[in-house]
């Protein structure tokens, strides 16, 4: 999937500008990090891609294999094959994980599927991802620990076969083992269908010694003000996001 | 006996009804009683606005049939295929015994032979008079008065049709028995009288099912359910009434749980126009425990008045009301709780939790709970949750591919599973069918 995101302006209800003329072009297959001090705007771009019903559009284009995707809703994004791996997944009360991952299987594919097939996928996904096979039976990261439910995310990427896949925050609430594991998983995916593009979203360098990034970029203030390789990440890592160009007055890290 | 319909309430149409049941006397006067206590009482002064016509209303019509069948093929060709329609023939392949009641008179009634031989007793309220007449003696009206309101003496005056059960002591059965009450004609009043015991020892599932057409003319439903749960037996009672948006179903139900004994009320409402129901449990029995976990949907013009009562008489006992409603549409859903642990009911526990969910803003819930506990050693808990699908939970679903109806159909069933999950499978499956209709 090739996805380009045009000199985008997003504001939020209150009319605060949360992007401001963003723009980056994602190629089939590569791996792009977006780095950034907390409250720059990179969970609102994982979001906006998704079209999160609180942000306004103001001005630009998104467009994905030549069409823009500004008019589709959010399931219809994600039936194209975008995915998002929430920060903080929600849990919800009285739906399972298998009732939930088989009906976004059915809608996402368009097919009947085999509840047999289903399962058995599932069950190979579970134990890759080291998680207890009870969890299929469970209501959606109904008391999970941060780890268990990042790693719920990981398992319906697996399932659901994206072909660009936002991960917001990914190392956040988990431990060293999990962050392992996870990644692992991701890396796995990434080489079985090399096509999938990754979007990799993070406040802190460490996830990048786990997942390998093509472009690293810095954000600040809606926009991307630095491009670089490993190395911008290395030197952020070093010095914080001081360091970076573009820097005003304000201070935003924390 | 020919068609009879009698439409309008005074002492003679009374009179009529016990003469076409050739009723004994105390029967009668018991009936009697209640229409005096029914013309005295006033409306309910709480809940929502009741319209009814009491002169327009059918009493009583007669069956379709001379006597109760226990089989399809000798009830009328019409009704059999009607109840074909609305599953209930199908339906009795899950059941150890079925009875139906069409308008006013018990039409059908059936059970497994093992049963018959356990001496287990599952019959008409009428048939169960003539028969059985001290067993039934013994209980009847002796659970829920017939002057505990307006609607319960309604019932005593006009009572027709109805189960009786009897389970004798030491007996289990490993399927529920099942009653389907239909409503077929137009401003059609149903008035069935229920009475089950579950003696000493023994365990009882009990399914009920009741449906009718969709007429502009409001029709009546006032039923009246007592259940006695003998000493360390168990009963369920399982309801989930799909009433058309014109009935007013209006009913009391009450068990009365002895020691060591345990009553399920599972109550489901969907249907009718006003619903006013608070199942109740009086947990006489040391150690005793009662349950009911409610689920009501209001719609359009649609007022559920519903939840339930509990009342702590023996020491250790237990409850748990479970209530789960939801408004849409305009639709009104409000929980309506009374808990009551005595003075002498020491060291009872009793739990309320309700929840409500509101799918737009024009819809309305409101929780009504009272809670009284007059001795120190008890305690009572109660919970109260009113939300609304959030956008994030929408987002979340949405995100995955699944689109907006579908979305809120799964978060839908899932704020209903505590009660789904007390269902038989096929009733859950039912259920959601239902429910998809519905929403």
């Known amino acids: 999937m090739q996805m380009n995101i045009e000199d985008l302006t997003v504001t939020v209800a209150e009319g605060k500008k949360i992007l401001d003329h963003f723009s980056l072009a994602l190629a089939p297959g590569s791996i792009h990090v977006i780095m950034g001090p907390n409250g720059c705007g990179k969970s609102t771009l994982s979001k906006v891609l998704l079209a999160h019903p609180h942000y306004n559009i103001v001005s630009g284009d998104i467009i994905v294999d030549g069409n823009s995707i500004l008019p589709l809703s959010t399931d219809a994004r994600s039936r194209l094959g975008i995915f998002l791996c929430y920060q903080n997944p929600i849990s919800v009360d009285g739906v399972t994980n298998s009732e939930f991952l088989r009906t976004a299987l059915t809608e996402t594919t ?82 079985e269908n090399p096509d999938t593009t990754i979007l990799l979203i993070t406040h802190y360098p460490r996830i990048l010694e786990y997942i390998h990034p093509d472009y690293v970029h810095v954000m600040r203030d809606g926009k991307l003000v630095e491009m670089g390789d490993l190395s911008l990440a290395q030197k952020i890592e070093k010095e914080g996001y001081l360091g970076t160009t573009s820097m005003g007055g304000e201070h935003h890290g924390e | 006996m020919g068609l009879v319909e009698i439409r309008g309430l005074n002492e003679a149409h009374i009179r009529e009804i016990s003469n076409i049941k050739k009723e004994e006397a105390w029967i009668l006067d018991y009936r009697l009683d209640s229409f005096r206590y029914f013309m005295n009482e006033s409306m309910p002064s709480f809940g929502p606005e009741i319209h009814l016509s009491f002169d327009d209303i059918i009493y009583y019509k007669s069956s379709v049939a001379d006597s109760i069948q226990d089989s399809w093929s000798r009830l009328n060709k019409r009704v059999t295929e009607e109840l074909d329609e609305l599953g209930v023939i199908e339906s009795e392949q899950h059941m150890d015994g079925i009875g139906v009641q069409y308008e006013s008179e018990v039409i059908y009634h059936n059970m497994i032979d093992e049963l018959k031989e356990k001496d287990i007793i599952f019959t008409s309220i009428e048939d169960a008079m003539r028969k059985y007449p001290e067993l039934v003696r013994k209980y009847f009206g002796k659970i829920v008065s017939n002057h505990e309101n307006k609607f319960a003496a309604l019932n005593g005056s006009v009572f027709s049709g109805g189960s009786f059960i009897y389970i004798p002591p030491h007996t289990k059965l490993d399927r529920p028995l099942q009653s389907y009450f239909r409503i077929s004609s137009r401003s059609m009043g149903q008035f069935e009288r229920t009475l089950i015991i579950v003696d000493d ?92 976990i409610t689920i009501s949907v209001a719609s359009t013009n649609q007022e559920q008045d519903t939840g339930a009562r509990m009342i702590h008489l023996g020491k250790n006992t237990k409850s748990k009301i479970i209530s789960k409603s939801i408004a849409r549409n305009g639709g009104n859903a409000t929980y309506r709780g009374d808990v009551k642990i005595t003075k002498d009911a020491l060291y009872s526990e009793a739990m309320v939790k309700c929840d409500t969910l ?12 009272r809670n009284l506990t007059e001795n120190d050693s008890s305690t009572i808990e109660h919970e109260a949750t009113v939300s609304k699908i959030s956008d994030e939970n929408l987002f979340y679903f949405m995100s995955r591919g699944i689109d907006k109806e579908r979305a809120m159909e799964l978060i839908i069933l899932g704020f209903l599973e505590a009660f789904r999950s007390e269902l038989p499978m096929e009733y859950a499956v039912e259920l959601n069918q239902l429910l998809k209709r519905n929403l």
């Not at chain 2, 007013?248 to 399920?264: F, H, I, S």
Request: proline share 3%; charged share 25%.
């Open chain 2, 358 to 369: 509101l799918l737009d803003e024009i819809s309305k819930s409101d929780t009504i709970p």
């Open chain 1, 110 to 191: 368009q097919e009947r599927i085999n509840v047999y097939t289903f399962m058995k996928a599932m069950e190979k996904g579970i134990e890759e991802l080291s998680m207890d096979p009870a969890m299929m039976h469970r209501f959606i990261n109904q008391d999970f620990s941060g780890g268990e439910r990042k790693k719920n995310e990981i398992l319906q990427m697996k399932m659901l076969k994206p072909k660009f896949v936002i991960l917001d925050e990914l190392d956040s609430g988990l431990d060293v083992d999990s962050l392992r594991i996870v990644c692992q998983n991701v890396n796995q995916y990434k080489e």
């Open chain 2, 201 to 292: 020892d023994s365990e009882l599932h009990y399914i009920e099912g009741c449906t009718a057409p969709d007429y502009s003319e409001s029709s009546l439903h006032a039923a009246v359910v007592e259940i006695y749960v003998g000493k360390r037996s168990k009963c369920r009672y399982t309801t989930v009434q799909n009433w058309a948006h014109n009935v007013n179903n209006l009913v009391t139900k009450r068990a009365l749980v002895d020691e060591d004994g345990e009553m399920v009320w599972v109550d489901g409402n969907i249907g009718s126009l006003v619903t006013m129901k608070y199942p109740c449990c009086v947990l006489k029995g040391d150690r005793s425990s009662g349950t009911c």
